[in-house]
């Protein structure tokens, strides 16, 4: 079958929130698979070992944060000063190239890179990525169609820029205003920025009208506003957006908190004392718990030693679910389903900051990095995200929070504030050459 358009889709297999982004984008590419630059069919053995080696030192340095008192002192100078996002006031300059900047381009000057492009030069369509890196080679290496950045957070270093700014091609597709406006900080010319909003799996979207979106978002108001005290005070706010969608009070599922780890897996802990907080709540029902374990095996027998300890085994598959695929795509697929019930999603400040947009409140653990310190201001200036209180007392203030309607709000928020339509308009910019993509109202 001829597709409309098509275009390379190519992310990086560290962590999640590359290929994240990537997923929904899948569609376009030739074979409708997403290539990944660390590990496709006949890379060179040079880039091959360069690529995990540096995944294995980034994730042996964000698990090291869990050691007692010089764990974060040791991510904090070997990897997060490297990846530092400088204060955005005062307004400046900053278009001279990091260490990070000029450390990558020296190994695309020694060929990085070279044979993935050659490969993606055997077909003239554009490449969309999500790593900087690939657009910095293909670049270099003389790809000969557009090339594009997909942002997967809501501020950036300046690595994600090139090493010349004013002289590249390369096209950035931001997922909100902030971006836009630190890129014009490191040089990147105007033309080369365009504002789209983070791609969203259509599947808990539901077209453009997003009936499957408006759906769920009511039964998880129902959920979270128990008491009635948001929709109150807010009944003209939803009865204009949720128009069409009825706000009824029957169930259609229990009151469900999910929690999803990080690629390197370094925050599990968290889960284990939100399990033991809950364990008297869930042996009664009434509450519905997802651990979310990624594809990280040893993350899936942590989880599930866990529950047994606790003598919680025979609610798995009832009230108590852990989430786990052996690949990555598999995995997606299952996150996004079991988002659609999910009324509560608890997580470190990643690119899931943008997934608020679906009406899901974020109950925000602390932040790996310079970046996503900067994602949870933001969530937390929309609105969206509230910073976890100690997991050991959950059974006490969760359920203030939301008796209170306080993350029925939340969610609102993310709804009203957040981008949904970014797969959309990433296709306008690429294939229809859109300048200002449609639906950019929001104010962030």
């Known amino acids: 079958m001829i597709k409309p358009h098509e275009a390379w889709i190519v992310s990086v297999g560290m962590g999640y929130g590359h290929q994240r982004a990537a997923h929904p984008l899948r569609f376009l590419s030739p074979n409708n698979k997403v290539i990944l630059a660390n590990n496709y069919e006949g890379i060179s053995k040079a880039d091959y070992n360069f690529w995990n080696s540096s995944q294995a030192f980034y994730e042996f340095f964000s698990r090291s944060q869990a050691l007692p008192i010089i764990g974060k002192f040791i991510f904090d100078i070997f990897i997060d000063r490297m990846q530092r996002i400088l204060p955005f006031y005062p307004k400046r300059d900053l278009s001279k190239p990091s260490l990070q900047a000029k450390i990558n381009y020296s190994s695309i000057k020694r060929g990085f890179g070279k044979d993935l492009v050659a490969f993606l030069n055997t077909k003239s369509i554009p490449l969309i990525t999500t790593f900087f890196t690939v657009a910095f080679f293909a670049e270099e290496h003389g790809f000969k169609d557009e090339i594009f950045i997909v942002v997967c957070d809501s501020d950036i270093s300046r690595a994600w820029a090139p090493l010349n700014p004013q002289k590249s091609r390369i096209k950035y597709l931001a997922p ?66 949720l128009k069409g969608v009825k706000m009824t009070d029957r169930h259609q599922h229990p009151l469900t908190l999910t929690f999803a780890v990080g690629g390197a897996g370094a925050q599990r802990k968290i889960a284990k004392d939100i399990l033991f907080s809950l364990r008297d709540k869930l042996l009664k029902n009434e509450i519905n718990f997802k651990l979310v374990a990624g594809t990280r095996n040893d993350v899936y027998l942590y989880f599930k030693n866990y529950i047994d300890e606790l003598g919680l085994t025979k609610l798995l598959g009832k009230n108590l679910h852990i989430i786990f695929a052996v690949e990555k795509e598999d995995y997606f697929v299952q996150f996004n389903e079991a988002l659609r019930t999910t009324d509560i999603l608890w997580t470190k400040p990643s690119e899931l900051v943008f997934y608020t947009a679906l009406g899901i409140p974020v109950i925000i653990a602390p932040p790996l990095g310079s970046q996503e310190k900067f994602n949870k201001i933001w969530l937390k200036t929309i609105g969206a995200g509230i910073s976890q209180e100690d997991p050991k007392f959950t059974h006490e203030w969760l359920f203030d929070w939301i008796n209170s309607g306080w993350l029925a709000e939340a969610a609102m928020s993310g709804f009203l504030d957040g981008r949904q339509f970014g797969v959309q308009n990433i296709t306008d910019v690429v294939f229809h050459g859109v300048k200002e993509p449609a639906k950019n109202y929001q104010l962030l």
């Open 176 to 241: 909100c205003r902030r971006v836009v406006n630190r890129l014009k900080e490191y040089g990147v010319k105007d033309e080369n920025i365009f504002l789209t909003g983070f791609p969203l799996p259509d599947a808990n979207l539901g077209g453009k009208n997003l009936g499957i979106l408006k759906t769920d978002l009511a039964e998880r108001i129902i959920n979270l506003d128990p008491e009635r005290h948001y929709r109150q005070k807010y009944f003209q706010t939803i009865k204009q957006f």
